[in-house]
RNA sequence: GGCGCCGUGGCCAAGUGGUAAGGCGGCAGACUGCAAAUCUGCUAUUCGUCAGUUCGAUUCUGACCGGCGCCUCCA
């Protein structure tokens, strides 16, 4: 059996291209990760949740995966947040840092195997610079900062195939950078502000004083831990430019390889139609999912629902869809748990879920494709367990076919249990109900279940007895 | 101004040069004391508009309309 082709868009050639790690084995992937000043939002979650698809459909072809996460734990908005404060930038991130993580956490997007940060890694930082400067690539300034001389690097623009020359009306103004030998040209290294010393944002380097620019920690950080020419990049499509056109002008400028084998990019959430943004103060946080009691596997299920590189928008009407999708999806698997056997026919249907899930994953990551074909095995292998089989391995079967579909999907819903007391007065009430229908009196019976269902709880009757759950 | 993406049923969303997956919602039926859950059937003769290419286009080309994004520090 050859091995199932594993395709992927790579924004380098706008094109999927088939997929394998350089080593055949481990697949050494570099996701940008989020600059601690203020929480994440959901946007730059539904990146974080593609990389979190990218990684576990990898490993369910059977690669191991080692993916690096940075931290930017040093950039402007955070030195201004620490003035302000009158604190140190390690004082502003290091909350906000463990947040992330906790939010993380709660969206069960798995663990990366580093999370380095960019103020633990500022001689890699300044290595870099210094072979670019020693190449001729970059140049110190006379406002003590030092510059990558963009026209000195000829694949300059690879990635975003932007023509640097048509940078014109409304565009975003380019502003106070007269020291810049090209109005392109980036900064590696900044000198250093009154401000970046109070905050604790400055350190030593051969040009004196000062930090480093936005896109070097990137760099240092993926060659650091993953070499020099690493097999994925990913990031919001906002990313291409100017951060990793950057990112590969200095990596490629300095060890003259390629930097990343493949560049993967992730849609926008949109909010009312238009981008989510700090700036544009339509934000949304895990926060407030919590707050508004959507589980964690119904966002995974609203954000997978759209392939991630299509820009997906966020209504309250499509995350209820999502709700009731999981719940029915939760209710399979606690049907499959249950279940004491099966019909045979099960067994080919869920060989062909899976079959179909996993071809759509391994396309270019299909989650939509994916979702659908798992709806379709939910709906058939229902209708053969309402047939009371007694076939033990079609059942073990099915529920293997379930468990590997999930694991790259991860959408079921966590069982909410309730507190004990709410547990106690819902039996208590269940069995004063059991009682009244025995005794044919249907009116009591209904009067106690409205009751219990108006205390935000489901009750349903099986041949088994009755079942209950908040809902 | 340059570059790019998108427009499929009430909502969300796949998809292919050969005649529209799936989910949510709705309607009807089976089951149930009644519900719920589950299952079954129905719910787009049509894929923004107009042309063109083709035996045939939602799928290719062009124009137009509409939405979104990038063009230096935003996932």
New binding site residues.
């Given amino acids: 059996m050859t091995a199932p082709d594993f395709r992927l868009y790579n924004t380098l050639t706008r094109k999927v291209e088939s997929f394998s790690p350089a080593d055949g084995k481990t697949v050494r992937i570099y996701t ?1 990760g ?2 601690v000043y203020r929480p994440a939002h959901l ?2 979650f ?2 974080f949740l593609f990389e979190d698809l990218l990684r576990r459909a990898i490993e369910l072809r059977g690669w191991k995966v080692k993916q690096v996460m940075n931290l930017t734990d040093v ?3 955070i030195i201004k947040a620490a003035s302000e404060q009158g604190t140190t930038i390690a004082e502003v991130t290091a909350p906000i840092t463990k947040i992330f993580h906790a939010d993380r956490a709660f969206l069960r997007i798995q663990d990366a195997e580093l999370y380095p940060k960019a103020t633990d890694h500022i001689p890699e930082m300044i290595e870099i610079v210094k072979r670019l400067v020693d190449k001729k690539l970059a140049y110190k300034a006379d406002d003590g900062s030092v510059y990558f001389a963009i026209d000195k690097f000829k694949d300059y623009g690879k990635l ?4 640097t020359r ?7 103004v ?1 502003q106070d950078d007269y020291s810049k030998e090209n ?5 590696l290294w ?1 000198a250093a502000k009154p401000e970046d010393e109070r905050t604790g944002a400055a350190w030593d380097s051969p040009w004196g004083r000062g930090r480093p ?2 896109h070097l920690e990137c760099s240092a950080m993926a060659m650091k831990y993953l070499g020099e020419t690493l097999d994925i990049h990913c ?8 951060h990793h056109e950057d990112e590969i002008a200095q990596s490629e400028g300095s060890t003259g390889k390629l930097f990343s084998r493949f560049w993967c990019h ?1 849609e ?3 909010t009312e ?5 700090k700036r544009l103060g339509n934000v949304a946080t895990v926060q407030d999912l919590r707050d508004q009691g959507v589980p964690a596997a119904a966002f995974r299920h609203f954000v997978f ?3 991630y590189r ?4 966020m ?1 309250s ?2 995350l ?2 999502s709700i ?2 999981v719940r ?1 999806i939760g ?1 399979f698997v606690q049907r499959l748990a249950e279940a004491k056997g099966a019909t045979p026919e099960l067994e080919k249907i869920a060989a062909d879920a899976e079959a179909e899930v996993t071809a759509a994953l391994f396309d270019d990551l ?1 989650a ?2 994916a ?2 074909a798992l ?2 095995f ?3 292998a ?2 053969e367990l ?1 047939r009371n089989g007694v076939d033990k391995r079609a059942l073990e079967t099915a529920r293997k076919a379930f468990g590997r579909i999930n694991s790259v999907l991860d959408v079921v819903p966590e069982s909410v249990g309730a507190d004990p007391e709410i547990a106690r007065w819902v039996e208590e009430r269940l069995t004063a109900r059991k009682d009244a ?1 025995s005794r044919r009196e ?1 009116a009591e ?2 009067r106690i ?1 409205a009751e219990i269902e108006s205390k935000g709880i ?5 041949p088994h007895g009755t079942k209950w759950r908040l809902r």
Avoid at 166 to 172: F, H, L, N, P, S
Avoid at 458 to 462: C, N, Q
């Fill in positions: 940008c989020p600059t946007g730059n539904r990146t950039d402007d908005k975003s195939r932007l023509d048509e940078v014109k009306a409304g565009a975003r380019i109005a392109q040209d980036f900064a900044k620019g936005w990031g919001g499509i906002d990313l291409i430019f100017p992730g926008f959430l949109l139609g238009s981008k989510m943004a629902s759209t392939h299509k820009q997906l928008n209504s009407e499509a209820e869809g009731e999708g029915r209710d299909n939509p494709i979702l659908g709806f379709t939910i709906r058939k229902n209708a309402d229908r249907f019976a209904d279940r489901a009750i349903e009757d099986t």
